[in-house]
């Protein structure tokens, strides 16, 4: 089931044919390498637009990211707990 | 795809709402033509989203719902693995947990994700027609009358249409194809998932026969039940039954019985937005509350929230509505309409709870509680100004712009009225 984290991390994006897409993220002292964006949608939050990332490591590990344009913030969401 | 025969049956359709057609020559013309519906009805919505993101979910009894801990413990879709024990949408957790103890139980994402995929679906509709009738978040009414020359025949534009959403999204859909959107809407449930049925003109009938009433839309549990004390059990039974006594027992429900048995419906397809008639919010409690200062904070909540989105949109409206849920599910409605139209939240707090059965304190602890606006009036004019003697109220009304501008700006969270539960 999925596990709330909300915490702030680290991340490294590259921009692909206009699209944003991240590629590595830290959390907890750990570098995660993303393997597959499987879903993107954006939310809004006042005039804050945040994006929203499902992603999947190189083990096939869920992982929910968001990016909050207002504050150029990146948080890890949740993540998949077996 | 045309259906012949349906000429005759489309001279008495009403789309006297329609905006922008008057009753001139094209009008007239539009009427005779003979229709080509679809409706699109995404297979397991909120669940095949979530296994697209979690692809080792695929095939996996999944079941999407509210959280059990806030009690939105209701099941808001189940893959079709889940469904093979009974698990459907609407159902408590609980009783979804009974039936299929090893599923995966996920609580979903409403901030937004399958709005955005929906929204994504509305957009690939609109590639093969303008006119789409959103019907829910998952499901479409499309009139494809005059796309045929450009896609091709209706079952070849569905085909397409199913490619383009499993390309472009990775999920599948059912597409029913009728004369009409009652039929269509059936055609897409008879052969899920990621079905394709056509029912043509010519086989209306035979195959509405030996259909079960309940599977018609509009026709819930309670109306098959009534049927089913007249001996109508299938659609045949319905259509052999006498008009007039039909029109007796139900009243204006009997005459849309009696069309529907035969598979007549003339409504359109509603592409163009219609003004709202009402607008409300409602919460299930994290708790049930008995204290009045409890439903208090509760109904300012709904209340702001409702002259919000009312203020939002340049609405005002009269009548306030108030929903009661009592711990035992039994439900109260009650109404009042007020002198002259408000987007105030404290003159809409003021009428809901004047509205609550037992004011003081309920008999019974509360599970639910909506507030509604309705009798809507986009004329600000109407908005009386409060007189100059009261000049507690109009510095609230000088301090809901304001306020309005902090959530633009900052959320919907990011302020709220001292005393107003923070949950809502």
Known sequence: MDQEIDQPIDVIVVFQKGRMVPVRFRWNGRVIKIARVTGRWKAREGKSQIRHFAVLDKDSQFCQLSYRERTGEWFLDKIWME | MTFPGLKTQMSDRNDSDRPGLGMGKGRLEMRAKERTILHVDMDAFYASVEQKERPWLDGEP???????????????????????????????????????????????????????????????????TPRVEPHSIDEAFLDVTGSERLFGPADQLARKLKDKIKTELGLTCSVGIAPNKLLAKLASSLNKPDGLTIIPRDRVEEILKPLKVSRICGIGDKAAKALCGLGIHTLGDLASYPAEVLKGKFGKSGEWLHLVARGIDHSPVRHWTTAEKSIGHGRTLPQDIRKPEQMLSVLLSLSSMVARRLRSRGLAGRTITLRVRYSDFMTLTRSETIGSPTDSEHVILKTAHRLVPGLGTPA??????????????????????????????NRKRELYPVMDRIRDRFGESSIRWAGAAAFV
């Not at chain 2, 009974?86 to 996920?106: D, E, K, S």
């Not at chain 2, 509680?369 to 007189?387: A, C, F, I």
Request: one cysteine or more; hydrophobic letters at 35%; glycine letters at 10%.
């Open chain 2, 364 to 393: 019974r602890k509360i599970r639910l509680l909506e507030v509604r606006v309705s009798h809507l009036t986009e004329d600000p004019y109407s908005l009386q100004p409060g007189l100059p003697l009261d000049e507690y109220r």
């Open chain 2, 62 to 128: 999944l079941v999407v719902g509210g959280d059990p801990e806030k009690r939105r413990g209701v099941v808001t879709a189940a893959s079709y693995a889940a469904r093979e024990y009974g698990v459907r949408a609407g159902m408590p957790i609980l009783t979804a947990r009974r039936l299929c103890p090893h599923a995966i139980f996920l609580v979903g994402d409403y901030g937004g994700k399958y709005e955005h995929v929906s929204s994504i679906c509305m957009r690939i509709f609109r590639q093969f």
